[in-house]
């Protein structure tokens, strides 16, 4: 032990023993206390991962479908005690690892079939040093592929990746010379969401890259953005916006990514459309922005009385669970055109 301990030095003996413990005590869950395999909801994905302008980065609030609540040995996990063996994310740059964040689990909805990946509430051990937050330094880390690797107890059960990319000012005198951005599903996909009242809810994503869209004030970074809905049944007009005779407005933010949504009414202004009101058939919905050049499409049919799944969502279909598209049972997602 003392030619140990001269070689290595104390400082390095403890994280050795840190992490010959870290093994020891790792956590194995039983992944048939479900019946199907875990997951992390689209939409807590495209509204948990964010990244700011000036390269800082968060990846909390998460929720995830079927995380066993119990071991296999059959106890219980303590979501306080077992924190460090429960709930990891693991970011990776392409092949290259970056950093690990732990997660508070004790959050469920659901009778425990959803649970939140929280940020802890308070400081934890991380080889040997105390640590808090989930930011990563893009700034350090630059721009490409990135991706973030879920796992509850020992086992890897999603992955999720995005792009980050960054954009420059040749104004010499701007506050701000360059900017990180995000790209990936936010981009590609659209959503209806059953509320609780019945009502559909269309939305999609949108962010800007503009530096300075107000010229008289640096501080104002938001744009007004206008668009519209169509949708058509095999051809025939089905439903718009909530209001047909006004497009939607709203606030878009720089560098950082919105779900913009309305209602939606069907032809005519009779009523709002529920999900009883997709019957059988082909469907478009054609999104109309007006700060871009062409419009969204996404396509969709209805076979006996339900929407048909994209292949990503429908689990029958998937054939990667650790990248299935979550909707739960209120979420339909749609691909761009």
Request: charged letters at 25%; hydrophobic letters at 35%; proline letters at 4%.
């Amino acid at each position: 032990m003392k030619n140990i301990k001269k070689t290595l030095g104390i400082t390095a003996l403890a994280l050795l023993c840190t992490m010959g413990t870290a093994q020891e005590k790792a956590l194995d869950l039983d992944f048939t206390t479900f019946n199907l395999t875990p997951a992390v909801t689209m939409s807590s994905l495209l509204n948990g991962t964010k990244t700011y302008p000036k390269g800082s980065s968060q990846f909390e609030s998460y929720t995830a479908s079927f995380i066993p609540n119990k071991k296999k040995d059959g106890s219980m996990v303590n979501t306080i005690t077992e924190q460090a063996e429960f709930l990891k994310i693991k970011v990776y740059k392409g092949t290259e690892f970056i950093d690990y964040f732990e997660y508070d689990g004790g959050q469920t909805f659901d009778d425990s079939k959803l649970r939140k990946f929280d940020a802890p509430s308070s400081q934890y051990k991380k080889n040997g040093e105390w640590a808090n937050g989930t930011n990563v330094d893009l700034k350090k880390w630059g721009v490409g592929n990135y991706r973030l690797e879920f796992f509850a107890g020992s086992k890897l059960f999603y992955n999720f990746e995005f792009e980050v990319y960054k954009v420059t000012n040749t104004d010499p005198y701007a506050e701000l010379n360059e900017m990180y951005l995000s790209r990936g599903p936010w981009d590609k996909y659209s959503f209806l969401e059953q509320q609780k009242s019945g009502n559909m809810i269309f939305g999609f994503y949108l962010q800007h890259e503009k530096f300075q869209p107000n010229a008289a004030d640096a501080r104002k970074t938001l744009i007004d953005v206008s668009w519209t809905i169509n949708v058509t049944k095999d051809g025939k007009p089905f439903a718009t916006q909530y209001d047909p005779k006004k497009p939607r407005k709203d606030k878009v933010e720089r560098a950082s990514w919105k779900a913009v949504t309305t209602a939606l009414m069907l032809a005519g202004g009779t009523k709002e459309v529920q999900l009883a009101d997709f019957t059988d058939g082909a469907y478009k919905m054609e999104v109309k922005v007006d700060v871009e050049a062409k419009p969204r499409i996404y396509n969709f049919k209805v076979a006996n009385g339900k929407i048909v799944l994209i292949d990503e969502q429908d689990r029958s279909k998937n054939t990667d669970p650790t990248r299935l598209v979550e909707g739960w049972n209120n979420f339909y997602w749609f691909k761009l055109k």
